[in-house]
């Protein structure tokens, strides 16, 4: 038998395979969010008096009243059942980045043996799964694993087809029975909460007096890769870890840009297809799809919607994605990096306030009054960005972002502002105390009348930015693809309602002082450039330069690793920050802490176990037949006269020992469990476990290039890129 057979086999699999039929074309109006228990079906099923009070829920977020609950769930109940669920669960989306359910049945056994389906209000309000699994830093003590979760009024119902058929889900917070918060949608729905009250009060004084509430919007671009299931079945790296912990580069990467947009494969498509379609059913708006920059690597993105929504379906996106690639013979990788040297992915997550009655605060508009109101706001993301930015940096540290952040593709570690130029002059204008009118008449003061109007999407754009200003809405581009996007998008809300009160406050006690609305914006308007402008750069994040220039003489944070960047969730000022605005309380960011920590370490672990493993199962006997081979043929010629010459043999043997001996180390390195502090342990897996891991790999990949490749039992970089 020879040792790649598995990899032929793949590959035959894969070239003889059935192609999945496209789908027949369907409108989208029969798709539309025909699997969601939205308002409008409520309209149609629930008595008029009832659905007012629903609807005022969903539109406050409040309790919904328990006689209501019951009207409301026995018409979820009769719709659920008419699309074939029996069973329902309370979806809920614990600190792990993933999405839970527990699923119950409708059925009810009656006395006399007969069953009913039952959905009474109260289930459908609050359930209690059995959490104790899920990580909560230490709020819960396991044995008094009460966990509760409640319906998010603010969003829908909905069916989900699976293998297992239809199950009625319903989004939930999940907080323990002391009222912490267990999850990453409770902080999410608070940091709205907070951000609006802060927004009101600023376009209180501002002048307007009719102002609907302000909610936050969303849009995430969601980049993932491909890979036939016949390949990832054969690497345990990819199927435990998520990642490739070993592959030789092939001659033939991504330097010739010609995956990029280029035309979808025929395969892909359908699978997209696929998707589209189930996202339009639960009512997720798919708006774009196109190749990415690596081969087998593609993007998804939804037109933007209110934040608490958008993030409970960037989480159905994920799972959508999943599920279909299985369908569809793929593996779909949400991995930061799973090939090394090769693009990674990311999920820019595109964001902005805004409400009924004034509309996108970050618009700059075309009118020099919506521009005093966007000045003020934008000023305040980058007050925000600049006084929090290591907790920006913070939110998107796992251990599997630690490879793509700060690598040539993706933004640096350091967080900056892009404004864009013309922003940034008009920025730079009014930190210089001087707004020139646009006619040229010299210097002014910021008035009104005087100030320059927009021109509306100025155009240009900075790929190397970590949080960039995109014509009327911020961008942050360093949130990692396989991650939840609430935790960024608590920390946006939050920061921003910080910076929005104290601007109030300032705004306030200047008017009552009877300092001019213009003049007082004026002046708060400098302070935060002169306290933060340091935060606005439009050069190229990726340079040398820069990276001096920002810690040095800007004297910001270049936090590059996980294991730097986490403990700035223990900080006093990041503590006082969660916890005047309400969104989580001291206990709860401690508990953050820890579970993010767990998880960065215990994910370094296994992929420092699967290495050493994989180097010892896999390649180690590959190399081993490979020198037997080749120093028999040698000795056997050498009977006969022929001395064939030996380098090849001695490299491979060269090799194969320091791979080994590296790989002992690793063994040994991880066996070491005495740390001072979490800090210390985070530090030690990234500057000790993460360069021996990588240094067994630099061997293991150098014997790929010399192992005869019929003896090479790895799927390589080659055919899991290339062959589809
Ligand atoms: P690009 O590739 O140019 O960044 P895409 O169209 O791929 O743009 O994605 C942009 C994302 O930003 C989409 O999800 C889009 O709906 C979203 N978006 C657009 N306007 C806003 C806005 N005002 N607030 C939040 N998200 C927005
Ligand atoms: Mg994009």
């Known amino acids: 038998m020879s040792g790649n057979e598995s990899r032929v086999q793949a590959i035959s699999q894969i070239v003889n395979r059935k192609q999945m039929p496209a789908r027949p074309p369907k409108r989208l109006e029969d798709m539309w969010a025909t699997d969601v228990f939205s308002l409008s079906k409520m309209q149609e099923s629930l008595p008029k008096s009832i659905f007012k009070s629903v609807k005022n829920t969903v539109q406050t977020g409040q309790k919904l009243d328990d006689s209501v609950a019951d009207v409301v769930a026995a018409a979820m109940k009769d719709w659920a059942i008419s699309k074939g669920a029996l069973y329902y669960a309370h979806v809920f989306y614990p600190l792990t980045n993933s999405t839970a359910e527990k699923h119950d049945g409708f059925i009810s056994v009656q006395g006399d043996g007969s069953v009913i389906s039952e959905f009474a209000g109260k289930v459908l309000v609050q359930g209690e799964p059995d959490g104790s699994s899920f990580p ?34 319903i989004p939930t917070v999940f907080i323990s029975w002391t009222g912490e918060a267990l999850d990453k949608k409770t902080p999410l729905l608070r940091s709205i909460s907070a951000m609006n009250k802060a927004a009101t009060r600023v376009l209180k004084l501002l002048g307007n007096t009719e102002i609907a509430p302000v909610n936050s919007s969303c849009g995430s671009e969601q980049e993932y890769f491909l890979v036939d299931a016949n390949f ?27 995956h990029y947009f280029g035309a979808i494969p025929e395969r892909v498509q359908v699978f997209m297809q696929e998707v589209e379609e189930r996202m339009y059913r639960l009512g997720i708006p798919a708006k774009t799809r196109h190749n990415e920059v690596a081969p087998g690597q593609f993007e998804i993105a939804p037109v933007f919607e209110a ?41 820019h997550v595109n964001w902005s306030v805004g409400n009924a009655t004034q509309g996108n605060l970050l618009d700059p508009g075309d009118t020099p009054h919506s521009n005093i109101q966007f000045l003020v706001f934008c000023g305040a993301v980058i007050r925000g960005v600049h006084k929090y930015g290591p907790l920006l940096r913070a939110v998107v540290a796992t251990a599997s972002n630690d490879h793509r952040l700060g690598a040539n593709e993706a933004p640096p570690a350091i967080i900056s502002v892009y404004l864009g130029s013309q922003l940034e002059d008009i920025f730079g204008q009014i930190s210089r105390g001087e707004v020139k009118d646009s006619k040229g008449r010299g210097i002014m003061n910021l008035g009104v009348e005087t100030l320059p109007t927009f021109m509306k999407d100025a155009g240009d754009r900075n790929r190397t930015s970590p949080f960039a200003f995109t014509g009327n809405r911020f ?34 006690s200047d008017l009552a002082n009877g300092t001019e609305l213009n003049a007082a914006i004026q002046t708060i308007l400098k302070e935060v450039m002169d306290e933060h402008g340091a935060v606005v750069f439009g050069g190229n994040g990726y340079s040398e330069e820069w990276h001096k220039m920002a810690v040095e003489e800007r004297g910001l944070a270049n936090l590059r690793t996980t294991a730097d960047a986490l403990p700035v969730l223990k900080e006093g000022y990041i503590e006082d920050l969660f916890e005047k605005t309400g969104v989580l309380t001291p206990v709860e960011l401690e508990s953050r802490y ?16 699967l290495v050493t493993s994989m180097a010892k199962t896999i390649i180690y006997p590959a190399a081993v037949r490979y020198l037997a081979e080749l120093s028999g043929t040698i000795s056997k010629l050498k009977e006969i006269g022929i ?78 890129l290339f062959v589809k």
């Open 594 to 609: 820890d579970v993010y920590a767990e998880q960065y370490l215990l994910a370094i672990e296994v992929e420092a176990k």
């Open 232 to 258: 990832t079945n054969n690497r345990p790296d990819l199927l435990l870890a998520g990642r490739t912990l070993f592959g030789k580069p092939p001659a033939k990467g991504q330097q010739f840009d010609d």
């Open 643 to 720: 001395e064939l010459e030996k380098e090849s043999a001695e490299k491979v043997a060269v090799l194969l020992k320091s791979m080994m001996d590296t790989a002992s180390k690793l063994s040994a390195a991880l066996s070491k469990h005495d740390f001072a502090s979490t800090e210390d342990h985070m530090q030690y897996a990234s500057q000790t476990i993460r360069p021996l891991m990588d240094e067994v790999r630099q061997y293991a990949d150098a014997l790929e290039g010399e192992v005869a490749d019929d003896l090479w039992p790895l799927p390589t970089y080659q055919e899991m």
């Open 136 to 169: 909560n830093g230490g709020i819960r003590s396991t044995a008094a694993a009460r966990g509760y979760t409640a319906w998010d009024v603010t969003s829908p119902a909905y069916v989900m087809e699976t293998d297992n058929g239809m199950t009625l889900c």
């Open 307 to 347: 934040a608490n929504v958008a993030s409970d379906h960037q989480q159905l996106t994920m799972t959508i994605l999943r599920n279909t690639a299985k369908k569809h013979g793929f593996m779909c990788l949400l991995h930061e990096k799973p090939f090394a040297g090769i693009n990674g992915s990311g999920k």
């Open 475 to 508: 961008e942050f581009r360093a949130v990692g693809s396989g991650q939840s996007v609430s935790g960024p998008l608590v920390a946006m809300n939050t920061i921003l309602a910080d910076s929005l009160d104290w601007i109030a406050n300032k705004l306030q």
